[in-house]
């Protein structure tokens, strides 16, 4: 064992020293062992890692850097996102009593749960865990601020006109000033530490145990994976000056912003029809009323949001981002992005030979998970679409979870698959998970469940359940004035039924989708809800989402004008 040891020693000696030629770390500690937070030692585990590591980490860089690489070039930056330090921002690391493990005649510092990710994945788990166990919890971030709240970084940063507010990434919300951060100093408890800045870049989970990028090795009871997921690059050719971004994080939109308020830049171009893109646009557009900034949004599809609402209402949604002075061009597939080196413009090449003359292109084509942790651990990935394989309790290995947009789980209520990358399930996951962890048995059945705003404000929707245009839809909308009801009007088609629901003699063509509900049917039962213009609908349509999947059928397609009726307050019922 002794002269085994001596061999791993010098192997993990030339392995810090490879490791810190290759990073650029010289004079830093980089993959060597024994590190600051590690009693020293000989193991047979030291020399597991060390040979796993002389042979994989060349690879491991190798991916790694290629993993942060890739990040920062469709991020444009640097992958550290930065919120202003303030009170509720600043780090905090409260005393403790530091805890150990043995292992193999070695001690590492223990913590029982570790949560790798800083977002809201991450945070809902703390909220969860910190007021139900007094064990130690460690928060590892490779962001070098606290989790905050994603959403706003599309919307109502944007509509927000004080500079002063938008300084700290505050906004004016139903009359109340809001915040984009979401840990204030009262979540670290004695028993919880956060580290920022700090990358992890191996778990090894039969020894429950991860490698931090400083060498430090740590001990864990059980670890959740909440790393997220990243914004997909364009893959066409286009030039690496900057000029060509992502967007995703609160660095991206204090960037993208002084992008717009440049008076050079005139024009920026938005590619992508999705959530992200459409509310961009919309973004931008209500800002470069100050700036003379205008705004082309490009779709491949043949109309925005192709992906979850109907035809009709995609190509009216498409129509009305028209009239606020958005260039939506529908059916563009980009080729290829050159620069004018004479007009220090962007030239955006289409497949049907047209070109598009801009000042700035933003990227919004989806998102990958984040999931180089989980191939570095040996885990299982989704081949569908790239998550970590979790069951129904989200649990990957007898100590490893994953939550969030990087989780691939098992939903029995659906018997199906899902990885949702949307704030909503972000927030349940983690929850459900650190339930989990903790011992309790539980049943996750909530919806996936997402919201927005478009057009100034104009039209505000939420959706619930599996909303995928492909099912049968049935749309219920009121018509005209919401007083005097009278019989509905029967459906009309098979696959976009219309229903309207009368509420006086008089109708205008912009009043036509003014509110209503669209549902998804499959097999004679509802499976997805979206709610237009009619606020608080979440929890009655996840009700009624609940009970398609108890077997309730709507075999008359009439009979959905009563499924949420109008004309009461939604919010009170």
Not at 262 to 283: F, N
Request: proline fraction near 4%; charged fraction near 25%; aromatic fraction near 10%.
């Amino acid at each position: 064992r002794h002269r085994v040891s001596r061999v791993g020693e010098k192997m993990f000696g030339v392995l810090g020293r490879f490791a810190r030629f290759q990073t650029g770390q010289v004079g830093r500690r980089a993959l060597h062992v024994p590190a600051r937070n590690v009693i020293r030692g000989r193991s047979l585990l030291k020399v597991a890692v060390g040979v796993s590591a002389f042979v994989a980490v060349p690879w491991a860089l190798s991916l790694t850097q290629t993993a942060e690489a890739e990040s920062e070039e469709e991020q444009g930056k640097s992958v550290p996102q930065t919120i202003p330090e303030t009170a509720e921002t600043q780090e905090v690391k409260p005393a403790r009593e530091k805890k150990t493990r043995k292992l193999d005649g070695e001690e590492f510092e223990h913590f029982e749960y570790v949560i790798i990710g800083g977002g809201v994945a991450a945070y809902a788990a703390l909220k969860e865990m910190k007021d139900k166990t007094t064990d130690d919890i460690l928060i590892i971030s490779r962001d070098n601020q606290i989790p905050y709240f994603r959403p706003p970084l599309s919307k109502e940063l944007w509509y927000e006109d004080s500079d002063e507010l938008l300084a700290d990434f505050s906004y004016m919300e139903a009359g109340k000033k809001q915040n984009i951060s979401l840990m204030p100093k009262e979540d670290y408890k004695d028993n919880v530490m956060f580290l920022q800045d700090t990358t992890v870049v191996n778990i090894i989970p039969d020894q429950r145990v991860l490698v931090l990028k400083s060498g430090d090795i740590i001990s864990y009871g059980k670890c959740l994976i909440a790393t997220g997921s990243y914004a997909k690059s364009l893959d066409v050719p286009h030039p690496q000056t900057g000029r060509v971004t992502t967007y995703r994080t609160a660095t991206d939109y204090r960037e993208l912003e002084e992008v717009v308020r440049d008076p050079e830049v005139s024009h920026v171009t938005v590619i992508g029809g999705g959530l992200l893109g459409t509310e961009l646009a919309d973004g931008i557009s209500k800002r470069g009323e100050t700036t003379n900034t205008k705004v082309s949004l490009l779709v491949k599809e043949q109309g925005v949001l192709a992906k979850y609402l109907p035809d009709y209402l995609s190509s009216f949604l498409t129509a009305e981002l028209k009239k606020i002075g958005i260039d939506v061009r529908t059916e563009s597939v980009v080729t290829e992005i050159t620069e004018s080196l004479e007009e220090g413009k962007l030239i955006v090449h289409l497949k049907d030979g047209s070109q598009l003359e801009t000042d700035h292109v933003v990227v919004a084509v989806g998102a990958r998970p984040n999931n180089f942790l989980a191939k570095f651990a040996g885990l299982e990935l989704d081949p569908e679409n790239e998550g970590i394989l979790c069951n129904g309790q989200f649990q990957a290995f007898s100590s490893l979870y994953a939550a969030g947009e990087v989780a691939s789980y098992w939903d029995r209520s659906s018997q199906q698959r899902k990885r949702i990358a949307h704030h909503f399930n972000s927030w349940t996951s983690g929850q459900a998970a650190a339930k989990y962890m903790m011992g309790k048995e539980d049943f996750f059945h909530d919806q996936p469940l997402f919201w927005s705003k478009l057009c100034r404000g104009k039209y505000r929707y939420s959706a619930a359940g599996d909303i995928n245009p492909e099912h049968q839809t049935v749309g219920v909308w009121l018509k005209g004035p919401v007083e005097n009801p009278s019989v509905p009007v029967a459906g009309e088609g098979e696959q976009n039924a219309l229903i309207t629901q009368e509420r006086s003699n008089t109708w205008e063509e912009s009043s036509a989708y003014e509110k209503g509900f669209v549902y998804y049917i499959k097999d004679e039962k509802i499976v997805g809800i979206l709610a237009w213009n009619v606020p608080y609908a979440e929890s009655v349509a996840v009700r009624q989402i609940n009970y398609g999947r108890a077997g309730r059928k709507y075999e008359n397609l009439e009979d959905l004008v009563k499924a949420i009726p109008f004309g009461y307050d939604v919010e009170e019922q």
